[in-house]
């Protein structure tokens, strides 16, 4: 059964505003411009926790799923989102690995663009064995990105790595989404 969390907050990102530099400006030693314009680019960022109990049972075979209920930002997001786990790898090429995806449920726009974090937390809570996209992904509507080896399975199920205290693997994601565009 899965025993989920979650965590919303929500960031923006800062970028300093003034023209580069200021037109008329003794200091040509950087490109001058007579005109510009700002961008700025609101992000929310949350966090879900899932508990799978009795991990070890996970009878899926290789390419089959366990799905995390949906999660959002808040309780007025329109973007719903689920974690996918394929215990015992997506294909031949994963088999000895544990895969894991975000994957986006429902949207109310043509595309999000987000990045996100995975990690494991260990018997005391903590973040280990983390992954991060390198980038935005593009994400659409029954679309997911993640990690097809995001760890062997062999050193997950190890005691004394005590990535599975009492037989529960809890997975964390943090989700970072880019929302609303202002233009100045």
């Known amino acids: 059964m899965a025993d989920p969390a979650q965590r919303p907050s929500s960031s923006t990102v800062a970028v300093s505003r003034g023209p580069s530099p200021p037109p008329g400006s003794a200091d040509c030693s950087t490109p001058c411009a007579e005109n510009w314009c700002y961008t700025h680019i609101k992000v929310a960022k949350f966090s879900y926790v899932w508990t799978i109990n009795n991990f070890s ?7 089959e799923v366990l799905k995390s209920s949906t999660f ?6 329109k ?37 996100f974090k995975f990690s494991i937390l260990n018997a005391k809570r903590e973040e280990t064995r983390a992954m991060e996209s390198q ?17 062997r399975r062999d050193f997950l199920m190890e005691e004394v790595n005590g990535l599975l205290p009492d037989d529960k693997l ?9 929302e609303a565009r202002a233009t100045t």
């Open 72 to 77: 959002s930002a808040g309780a007025n997001d």
């Open 170 to 178: 809890t997975l964390f994601c943090e989700v970072r989404v880019g």
């Open 135 to 151: 980038r935005a992904y593009r994400f659409v509507q029954g679309k997911d990105w993640g990690f097809k080896k995001f760890i």
């Open 57 to 63: 049972y996970t009878r899926e075979e290789m390419g």
């Open 79 to 115: 973007l719903k989102w689920c974690l996918r786990v394929n215990p015992k790898g997506l294909d031949d090429e994963s088999k000895d690995y544990l895969s894991l995806y975000l994957f986006l449920v429902s949207c109310n726009k043509n595309e999000v663009r987000a990045r």
